[in-house]
């Protein structure tokens, strides 16, 4: 079965232009939506080979656009570059008629990834790598990026879909999910502080978790971003929040113990003195409502999991009945923590970065 795989693989890599050679593969946990592959030469790691899925994705020219005019820009020397490999006919990902959509990358060697941030440094070098990655993005074109998932962090939608969900769900999860629903109400209702319209629109990561920085193993320096299928139009505060609410959250995102979940405040520091590392790159407008980012990025991910737990669990992967309720009901811990320090984040943000003019 693993030689048959192996040789299905490599006679895909036949379309790539790359060194014709026999290598070997090694399958990657990363992440719930790709499949992905590592590719060896020799036991020697070069290339990430993965399938894009189609049915999450439905434009998988337009997401490998982003990649790709991303990549573009992605270019310093305090930023290492990922690169696509082109097919032979020069195209930046290979179409298989059976078996779907596929790219390959350089892989960057001797790297790591975090769930959580266990020190400051590690909190630091999240925080500028984030800053890097906006700073060298700040002057790409717009209108080269197209939404890979359309009215992804859009709450209006999601409160929508939610509203729906309390309209069908049944009694009894009504009743187990009735603290939950309480909370969102009230959540929603406090996020109206929220006005983009005042905001400039960015080329945004839209997911920016900490696992989803690589960090080199010998100096431990965060070396760039991965998983780079959101990149889309979006505002800072979105990668702002979800960076937040994995570096100064010390718990896991299903964590059903909430005594373990805090809000650290010398993590948050640190990703602070990380952005602002990079000299001013953010304006006035958006420093502003920046606190506000930590509150709503782990709330809309926790209104999602809710939505999903009264619609019987059609949307996220689940290993147990109530896993979307235990994963809300941690996020929403954590957004009342940051709801609690938002005078404190706002205090810190104001004093630590720096406006661009």
């Known amino acids: 079965m693993i030689e048959n795989k192996n040789a299905e693989l490599n006679e895909l890599l036949k379309n790539f232009s790359i060194d014709r050679k026999t290598y070997e593969f090694q399958g990657i946990n990363q992440g719930y939506i790709n499949d992905t592959y590592l590719v060896l030469d020799n036991h020697y790691p070069l290339y990430i080979l993965q399938r894009v899925n189609h049915n999450v994705f439905k434009d998988v020219h337009g997401l490998m656009g982003n990649i790709a005019n991303a990549f573009q820009h992605l270019q310093d020397q305090n930023y290492t570059a990922i690169e696509l490999l082109k097919t032979e006919s020069d195209n930046s990902y290979f179409k298989d008629e059976k078996t779907g959509y596929w ?3 350089t892989y960057i060697n001797n790297t790591t990834a975090y769930d959580n941030a266990t020190d400051t440094d590690i909190a630091f070098e999240a925080g500028r790598v984030v800053g890097k990655f906006h700073q060298l993005l700040a002057e790409a074109p717009l209108d080269n990026y197209v939404d890979t998932i359309p009215q992804f962090h859009n709450l209006p939608l999601r409160e929508k879909q939610f509203e729906e969900s309390l309209g069908s769900a049944k009694t009894e999860k009504l009743e187990t999910a009735k603290k939950a629903i309480s909370f969102a109400k009230e959540t929603l209702e406090k996020l109206k502080i929220l006005d983009n319209s005042k905001l400039p629109l960015r080329v945004c990561h839209n997911d920016t978790k900490l696992n989803n920085i690589l960090f080199s193993k010998e100096d431990s320096k965060a070396l760039c971003l991965i998983d780079l299928d959101t990149i889309m139009k979006g505002y800072f505060y979105f990668d702002f929040g979800d960076a937040i609410r994995t570096v100064a959250n010390t718990a896991a995102e299903d964590e059903q113990d909430h005594s373990k979940i805090t809000f650290e405040r010398t993590l948050f520091e640190a990703f602070i003195k990380g952005l602002d590392s990079n000299g001013p790159f953010l304006y006035k407008e958006e420093i502003d409502l920046l606190a506000w980012g930590a509150v709503f990025m782990p709330f809309i991910h926790g209104l999602r999991a809710l939505t999903d737990y009264l619609n019987d669990n059609i949307y996220y992967k689940v290993s147990y009945e109530n896993q979307n309720l235990d994963r809300c009901l941690s996020l929403f811990d954590f ?22 003019v």
Do not use: D, F, H, S
Not at 335 to 352: P, R, S
């Open 335 to 356: 957004t009342n923590k940051a709801l609690q320090e938002i005078g404190y984040m706002t205090q810190v943000i104001k004093k630590g970065l720096t406006p661009k």
């Open 103 to 105: 790219r390959l990358m």
